[in-house]
């Protein structure tokens, strides 16, 4: 797989392209992507497919905290995972946003000699959307390619979308969203010094550097498997405040204890596999309360590794 930073760059002959944030690579984004691997595949010409950073929705109504389910280099990998042959990471911003449609789609096919365009059943693109589907087959007669829509992808009587999995992760609910995922949600970050309260207590944790706009599940103690080294590890995560001991307002933190772990890994990077939510934050009137509850954390989640 190829992953580019902009259209200028790439140049390619027959392109099946499809359109989109694919924010989180969920099952309803397969199914478009496999869709077009398939048929691309099957006629020798490339898989493509064009998405954009920072998301346009952050562009047009501003930066907001806990929104990514993936970064730019993660849903590249996690598309090639799927067969695309490229990934095209286009800078959107306010010019980008007011191009019209016609005129986005031409660029589009002086790069990429398009063949097939596949969308949801529902896209729109350029200035004011006004490249809807009908638009855009008006186009395809024009231009010379033809345009497939995908129906949505349906769990629980609910269309499938990377909304959908944000609200799950905020209530912590990591079962549904790795349902709507195709795969348990992760998060990376490096492993920063913090305050040493976890190893004074008997129960060392890593503390990983989250970015700020990284989705995280909302604040509990979860069952997760730790990614490090190439090593997967049994893990029990935190995420939250730890009111047992800040009385004051901080930035929630996410921070695993390892177990059967005790190395120095400060300054590496951590992969963090949600499994289970074991339960809610909560604060404990002491360490050993506090320090209670952890083993039964540990306890509980050793089951659920064993199933």
Known sequence: MQHFYELQGVKVQDAWLTIGSFDGVHRGHQQ?????????HALGAPAVVLTFHPHPSVVLRGPR???????????????GDCGVDIVITHPFNEQVASIKARD????LHDHLNIHQLLVG???????????????LKDFGEELGFTVETIDAFLIGGEVVSSSRIRRSLEVGQVDQAAELLGRSYALRGIVEQGDGRGRSIGIPTANLSIPKEQAVPGAGVYAVWAVLGGKTYRAVSNVGVRPTFETGLVAPRVEAHI??????IYGEEVELIFLAHLRGEQRFLD?????????????QAREIFAR
């Open 32 to 40: 478009i992507i496999q869709r077009v691997t398939a048929g691309a």
């Open 65 to 79: 905290k806990s929104f990514y389910l993936t970064t730019q280099e993660e849903k590249a990998a996690l598309l």
């Open 104 to 107: 986005f789609i031409n660029l």
């Open 121 to 135: 059943h529902d896209f729109a693109l350029g200035h004011n959307r006004e490249g809807n589907v009908t638009a």
């Open 259 to 264: 177990l059967d772990f005790d190395e120095d």
């Open 287 to 299: 360490a050993d309360a506090l320090v209670a509850q952890i083993n039964k954390d540990i306890i």
